[in-house]
């Protein structure tokens, strides 16, 4: 193999390059996203950095059908004998596959996408490692002794074109960086900081969020079973909540989803809004179009506690009789940007209003026994307090909430006005989300030592 | 494969003044079909593949990757990362560097008879569709109305070099089964899976390692199997201490979760602490009692045809054997080059990546609960009061590896040594010493299951086995749902 004879194509010219290739194979349907990415990463621990790492790719994704046969493809290879070679390949699997009764034409588009999502072009030259000394430093300032964490950078360039007629492309960028600060080895605290900006990056409020929290952590107690009054913070709303991917028609139809089959359901106290954005202006990351190539777009799941619109590709739009959402996903839809709206509570309001509570700061490890119900468990993680009389008192730890998501939706008492972008190890799809206060969450621990 | 990239990274990188460089040319080809309630979903199929750099330099750690696979590309990622960890190592208050390990020079494989990219999709979705008519009617009067039901294979492809002299070429091939399932009885809905918990079968090698499953048979009779667990109304006793036999399904992945995780060394050191998390050990704790002297834990790379199957880890260690937990007491961890050399002892080669473009970090391969002398049918005759947890769904564990839970789905209570009752939803929540110190029966039926392990930033999913026999836990007391 000589490769370095092959010419890499850019990112745009492989994508019409593929689409072109397709069609003289007499395809169909077809749809090519390309993107090019460059992501840069410092990771520390204990203190210090640990690894310096960066990525640049151009990735392919091509989606073809002949004959109501479908099939799905990436390739990581961006020259032209590379991509001759894969659509060659994954063409003659198509052919070979039975015809699909889900199939549906490709929609007819006829934008020309150009534009940009969340996106700083100054992202990429970022000074990580100034940011992350910021971040310890500041986190060992307010009381940490150990900290850990990540500083991600990311910035995608996305094109498209589909045989519907959809062309062109965006950028996006985001930098999350995530600190998690030990006072002691049972005491620690979790800071987050999401943006798409330079200008909105804090690494300093992060790690002092991080170190607070790990000080005041310190010599956990535990807390007997049984119901509880909890307040979460934006960061385990966005992960115990998924309202929006749950809200994905695929989901639902194939039972792993918690919500109807029918919308305009009650699902949820009329203080609840949630909503999915293809771009949610000034926020973080998003999509201009989605993988069938037709524009994102606004779509409210939840109004005032009712369930009001899934979210849909051609395909699901079509079996639910309804229109794409502009969320495709080829096979499942899925978020782009999730929004919860806000409440008009303060995180201090919902301490006042607890008599007997728990305030949870960040979990991790959510499973479900089963989907349809919305039955799970999750493990709190870092700093968590027991809350009495409107006070915090003595920070706990050992629990897990062993609760439902439905049971949970009914018996949220108190929304934060005040929100917070969240995407880290936990929360794939960025989202925007509040603190709750919930009344009477399950929680459990382990028996025995 | 374009071994005189990965050369040419290395000579670069040592020109830059490095003192540790490693490249490796990674391809991960994967074929997926799904079925979903009778009707093929896309297949899917991707190629990904590049070329992956790390070095050393003043002992900061750098990484990098691209796919472009070009000579001014590979030279313009040494670069940057160079020009990176030389930013960095100014202020490293802790330096990296790496145990001194034999070079090797060898290509390898796993064992295979016919090939996976010889199957062609539609043989896999006829496979997939013969399974699924075992489960289109009711079985036991429970229905199986969403059925999505995975099958595909994958091949992993690798060419690497190190700057201590090693050059590995190897490829392993994998193909797995997995689904997920919505049964219906009396009218309620539940999520299962067969096997449960969602664990997949499957390992690696040729297309045979999915063949000898014959799952087009044993799929309709596992669900057959979990319907006394779905149809189950009795609540679990909560408030006695008994004995609780776990099965495979079960005791496999406790192997995984509070044995094999704790015990990575890179966890325990502390560099996992703001993703995966950290350990309850310490690295002082090696030799630390911290089960009975029933609990025999193995991790072992060069099982045949296992998933987490390879002859050589991704910094070019020769894998071997692992006795994680020996008669209750912790006699290894799991290191790479780095903490080896920070406990002052050689690497037993668990550093893996799952792509070109991943950094490779401490992962399990296959962990497993070493096969007892007993029967499953001794282990239940000496049981005057327990419960039997053959299976679950419902999983997780803390980031310090101390407090676990597995809620099972097919469970029956015993009594004087006999299985009565199936249970609903008996709960085992409990902390990772309680668990290792009241084992005190393995039985000699040991299974492995598949999964896919998560940990690293970006996420790393590997794959596994997790195995175990049938055990049995002396005076515990469960939960209920």
Redo the contacts between chains.
Sequence with gaps: ????MQR?LSTEEITNYALDYSKKLGCDDVSILGYQID?????F???????????????VQV?LTKERR?????????TEQGINK?ID??FT??R???Q???YVALPKVDTRHDGRANFDERVKDADL?GFV?QAIDSSLGSGAK?V???L?TSSLEAFIQTSGGATGKYFSSEMLL???A?AE?NASGHGLCCTSYVSDFDPENAGRIAGDYAKRSKDPRTVS?GKYDVIFTPTVIANILPVASSASAFAIE???SFLPPETEREIAVKELNVDDYGVYEGGLGGRLFDDEGLPTQHTPIVIQGIFKNMLHNSTTAKKFKSRSTGNAG??SPFPSTVVFGEGDSSLDEMIRETKNGILITNN??????????G?????P?DAAFRIENGEIREPVS?I?I?DSIPRQLSNISLISRERQWIKW?EVSTPTLAPAMLIKDVQI?????? | MDQDLVSYAISEALQSGCEYAEARYQKTSDVTCLLRNGVAEPATMSDAEGIGVRVVYDGALAFGATNRLTRQEVKEIVERIVRRAKAASSSLKERVAFSQEQAHVEKWSSEESKKVEDVSVDSIIALLKDIDRGLQSPIAGVSFPNRMLFLGWSIDEKYYENSDGSKLQGRVPRAAYFCILTSVYDGRPRTVSVPAGYSQLGGSGGWEVIEKLNLSETIPAGAKEITAGIKATERPPTDEVMDVILGPNVASLTSHESCGHPGEADRILGREGAQAGESFLKSDKLGMQIGSPEAFVSDDPTIPHSMGFYKYDDEGVKARKRKLIDGGRFTEFLHNRATAKVFNINSNGSSRAVQFDREPIIRMANTFIEAGDWTFEEMLSDVRRGVYIKSFMEWNIDDKRLNQRYVGLEAYLIENGDLKEPLKDPVLEITTPKYWGSIDARAKDVEFLCGTCGKGDPMQGAPVFFGAPHVRLKGVRLGSR
């Excluded at chain 1, 193999?1 to 370095?4: A, C, G, T, V």
């Excluded at chain 1, 459990?444 to 030592?449: F, L, R, Y």
């Design positions: 193999m000589i490769l370095s890499v992501e840069s990463q410092v990771r621990s204990n203190n210090s950095i640990t690894l310096v790492n960066n990525v640049r790719e151009i990735t989606y479908r099939i799905l493809g990436s390739t990581f290879n961006p894969f390949n994954i699997s198509c070979s596959l039975p699909s009764e889900h490692v000394k150990r850990s964490g990540s991600n995530n600190v998690r030990f080895d079973e194939s039972g792993l080829i096979i991790w490890y959510t499973r479900y026994q089963n989907m349809r119900s039955e799970y468990s999750t493990v993680r050992g897990r062993s190890w459990t621990k382990a028996v025995g030592s």
